[in-house]
């Protein structure tokens, strides 16, 4: 088959399709998403939580690190990157911390208040409340903005819990959504607690009577006299999740990730994968439960985590939108932009292997013949999770890491050859002659346009190996902005070149995936979004039409041209025009036999010229 083109002025083309000449298969899962805790992309974005700060606990230092000074210290240890002590540390706002997202009011009495630890905590893992000294008659207001606003929408319920220790406590107790941009409440009840004499656990389902943008909750004790209240874990949930679950994630954000047509999802991430220190990586056993039990942690992006969207979640995502699992898993290495520490200790690496194995026995094993399998049956999911891939590391290279994969994959293939085990180093000869055997490796980039149009013959010079590709993280973020149309085609053009090599790259994921629009860490990110809206730029659409047109196999196809002829035109016309909106255009100049001079849109109307 064969297609032509040829216009006066405009070089020939001819276009030859052979049908008959089949190449490279595209993987049917090809396509996929890479979830991590950046942008806030799950608190404040995919995760339904509407609280901000709900367990007082963002002040709360990341484990193995120290405070002064306003700022936080890692450990002084060598990293595995240099080998030398990298003395990583990050500013630290200790008293914005421990009140973000919170404000007290008091109206007619007085009150005190400070986050602090209560003799009697909640839980070991929430050990810090809200503690309310309210002095006289009046109203004392604990209220919470939420992510920047908290959105309702009229005719939605809303879930409330929240935990309160006010021994002797006498007055009223009312929670509200109210609306600040109009000053009204749009959502309101009255409690009547039997006894606040120890902690105990208050629930409420409030409806939103209108939309509302710019919320903030509201909890407000009609107070009669001095009393000490203390306040812990409080939560606000849509009843309206995606799919309608409990602990769930935001309707509209996961139904934006739904149509992308994902056939995998990489999770927890990316660097919060290996911590700014090795003590501060993600723990996937700590995300599992109540949430009210979930510990939390710093993640180095500059906020902390709820760990609410947790490894369940995350399985349960999957299944919901019928793709593959791949958890990545810390190959006992910390960040080598940041700490980069690590343990060679045989035992220790021992335990982060056997990390590894009870996080895929929770997502696939038996219950009757595994403890963790057995938790999962617990949590309401006897079936296997669709877990398919374990990523061993993120974005770890050089000979630790080397001997670090070595020694777990090569157990871990033998136990669970069912999975697929990926390398996190680029695949060239280089870097690979001391890595034993992988099932894929991981190469990233984040470049600007011209290296990703150059870029799409890339995999045809590369040599085929025993290991096939992953492109876990990609994306065209410089010279571009916060991104661009030009950005966008540069990665269609980059695509292209991967879906030609269909028989090494298997899969590709574009990073980041999501960032709330108030507090970005990253400058590109594929879907923006803030308490009430989402939105694809242009890098998203492409990913969608990817997926949603993604061939079968590859054909022969050759694109022949001819050097245009070359005309001189010695009178024309200038215009310049929008559709369907306004400009306006300025410094605009016009360049003849070599002499330019700058014009304004009055010199050209009406004026014909050589």
Same mark, same amino acid.
């Given at each position: ?145 939420g992510y920047w606003g908290m959105a309702v929408k009229e005719g939605e319920k809303y879930d409330l819990r929240f935990y309160l220790n006010a021994p002797g406590y006498k007055g009223t107790l009312t929670v509200e959504i109210y609306d600040v941009e109009k000053g ?137 939108l019928g793709m593959d699992g791949m958890f990545v898993a810390n190959a006992a290495l910390g960040c080598s932009f940041r700490n980069g520490d690590y343990t060679d200790d045989p035992a220790e690496l021992e335990r982060y292997l056997q990390d590894i194995r009870d ?66 180093? !680029?695949? #060239? +000869?280089?870097?690979? &002659?001391?890595?034993? @055997?992988?099932?894929? *490796?991981?190469?990233?980039? /984040? ?6 149009? !150059?870029? #799409? +013959?890339?995999?045809? &010079?590369?040599?085929? @190996?025993?290991?096939? *590709?992953?492109?876990?993280? /990609? ?8 991104? #661009? ?126």
């Amino acid at each position: 088959m064969a297609l032509a083109s040829a216009m006066a002025g405009v070089d020939a083309q001819s276009l030859r399709v052979d049908l008959k000449q089949r190449g490279h298969e595209v993987n049917e899962d090809m396509y996929g998403i890479f979830f991590e805790e950046i942008n806030h992309a799950g608190d404040g974005g995919l995760y339904a939580e509407m609280v901000q700060n709900r367990g007082f606990e963002e002040h709360v230092l990341p484990r193995g690190m120290v405070y002064r000074d306003g700022k936080i210290y890692a450990p002084n240890l060598p990293s595995y990157a240099t080998h030398e002590k990298a003395d990583w540390s990050d500013k630290w706002d200790m008293e914005a911390k421990k009140m973000l997202g919170w404000r007290v009011e008091a109206e007619g009495c007085r009150v005190a208040h400070e986050v602090s630890e209560p003799e009697y905590p909640l839980h070991k893992n929430t050990p810090n409340a809200m503690k309310l000294e309210i002095d006289g008659a009046g109203k004392v207001t604990l209220a919470n903005s939420g992510y920047w606003g908290m959105a309702v929408k009229e005719g939605e319920k809303y879930d409330l819990r929240f935990y309160l220790n006010a021994p002797g406590y006498k007055g009223t107790l009312t929670v509200e959504i109210y609306d600040v941009e109009k000053g009204k409440t749009v959502g309101s009840e009255t409690l009547h607690p039997v006894s606040l004499e120890h902690w105990t656990e208050l629930t409420a389902t409030l409806q939103a009577a209108s939309d509302a943008r710019h919320c903030e909750l509201r909890i407000v004790f009609g107070a009669s006299g001095r009393s000490v209240v203390w306040v812990d874990y409080v939560s606000l949930f849509p009843q309206n999740t995606f799919k309608g679950r409990k602990n769930g994630l935001r309707k509209d954000v996961a139904e934006m990730l739904a149509g992308l047509q994902p056939q995998f999802m990489r999770w927890p991430g990316g660097c919060i994968v290996e911590g700014a220190t090795l003590d501060n990586r993600v723990r996937w056993k700590e995300t599992l439960g109540d949430p009210m039990t979930r510990r939390g942690e710093w993640s180095l992006w500059g906020y902390r985590s709820t760990y609410g969207f947790g490894y369940h979640e995350f399985l349960q995502f999957c299944e919901d939108l019928g793709m593959d699992g791949m958890f990545v898993a810390n190959a006992a290495l910390g960040c080598s932009f940041r700490n980069g520490d690590y343990t060679d200790d045989p035992a220790e690496l021992e335990r982060y292997l056997q990390d590894i194995r009870d996080a895929i026995d929770y997502a696939i094993g038996d219950p009757s013949e595994n403890e963790w399998a057995r938790r999962r049956a617990e949590a309401g999911h006897a079936e296997p999770f669709p877990l398919k891939y374990v990523e061993i590391g993120n974005e770890n290279f050089g000979p630790v890491y080397v001997r670090h994969f070595n020694y777990m994959y090569g157990k871990l293939k033998k136990e669970y050859p069912q999975i697929v085990f990926i390398n996190t180093m !680029g695949g #060239n +000869d280089d870097e690979m &002659k001391d890595v034993v @055997k992988t099932d894929m *490796v991981d190469p990233h980039w /984040y470049v600007n346009p011209d290296f990703f149009f !150059g870029a #799409n +013959d890339l995999f045809d &010079k590369r040599q085929r @190996k025993d290991f096939t *590709v992953y492109v876990g993280e /990609y994306a065209c973020n410089a010279e571009v902005g916060s991104g #661009n149309m030009l950005a966008a085609l540069s990665e269609a053009a980059f695509m292209l070149g991967m879906e030609r090599n269909g028989d090494m790259v298997q899969m590709a994921s574009y990073a980041p995936l999501l960032v709330n629009v108030n507090q970005p860490n990253w400058a590109c990110n594929q879907i923006w979004l803030d308490s009430y809206r989402t939105m694809g730029r242009a890098s998203y659409y492409v990913q969608k039409m990817m997926a949603e047109n993604r061939p079968d196999y590859n054909v022969q196809v050759n694109l022949t041209q001819t050097e245009p002829e070359k005309k001189s035109f010695q009178e024309g016309t200038v215009g310049v025009g929008t559709w369907n909106t306004q400009a306006e255009f300025r410094n605009i100049r016009l360049t003849a036999g070599g002499s330019t001079r700058e014009v304004s849109i009055q010199d050209l109307q009406g004026r014909r010229g050589t």
